[in-house]
């Protein structure tokens, strides 16, 4: 059974409690390993994505290079198979160019919705 939402507590776009995206790489918009959000994410970090190869090559051909390390900003670089919260309006643009990356349902928080529909993030879903 799940257990019922606290108050201003984050949900998923299933609708339940999100759940950390992941916690090797401190991701997300507070880097706290969750895809949390808040007014202040222009650019709305709220996609719980698994790294591939061709989705990393597309993201830097598209002017966001993350796979090269950037020390200064204690940035490791990504490579295939990490998971990362994707700023929603990518994930979309990905989709739309047959490179969206696998989410994780449960830990994609529900603004997500908002640019992307159910539909196509559960065609994208790995199994929990």
């Known amino acids: 059974m799940i257990a019922p939402l606290k108050p201003n507590q984050p949900k998923n776009v299933l609708g339940n409690e999100l759940i950390p995206c992941c916690l ?13 959000t808040d007014g202040a994410d222009h650019g709305r970090h709220v996609v719980c994505a698994i790294m591939s190869e061709e989705f990393l090559s597309f993201s830097k051909e598209a002017g966001n290079d993350l796979s090269t390390p950037i020390p ?7 490579k295939p198979g990490d998971c990362w919260c994707l700023c929603a309006g990518r994930w979309q643009e990905a989709f739309e160019a047959g490179m969206a990356p696998q989410v994780k349902l449960a ?15 559960k065609a994208h879903a790995i199994a929990d």
């Open 72 to 78: 200064e900003y204690n940035f490791p670089g990504l």
């Open 107 to 121: 830990a994609c928080e529900e603004s997500a919705l908002e640019l992307i529909s159910l539909k196509d993030l």
């Open 24 to 36: 090797e790489n401190m991701t997300g918009w507070y880097r706290n390993g969750s895809c949390q």
